[in-house]
């Protein structure tokens, strides 16, 4: 009888410690998921932070910086230092 015990004991403990492993995989996914959520909603963000910053811009009749890096001639950029 006692050797059934013993047994029970092992297999409840190998359960547990299935048990707590599992919920360590399950809580670590979560948290690799929120941090990869909370990633994409910060580079959107920052998108629209640049695409309302250039609305603005526009609106006020000031060059974004794609449009004063694609007016400038290549000799101006040589001269001032701009070209790599």
């Known amino acids: 009888m006692s050797d ?7 297999k409840k403990a190998k359960l547990l410690a ?3 492993s599992k919920k360590k995989r399950d ?3 979560k948290l690799f998921s929120d941090e990869k959520l909370s ?3 910060h580079n ?12 603005l811009l526009k609106d006020l009749g000031i060059a974004t910086g794609d449009e004063v890096s694609g007016n400038l001639p290549d ?3 040589y001269e001032n230092g701009l070209s790599e």
């Not at 059934?4 to 092992?10: K, M, P, S, T, V």
């Not at 629209?48 to 250039?54: N, S, Y």
């Open 4 to 10: 059934r015990r013993a047994e029970l004991e092992q």
């Open 18 to 20: 299935i048990r707590e």
């Open 27 to 29: 809580e670590s996914r």
């Open 39 to 41: 990633d994409i909603s």
């Open 44 to 55: 959107s963000s920052a998108a629209d932070l640049r695409q309302t910053t250039d609305e």
């Open 75 to 77: 000799q101006a950029i």
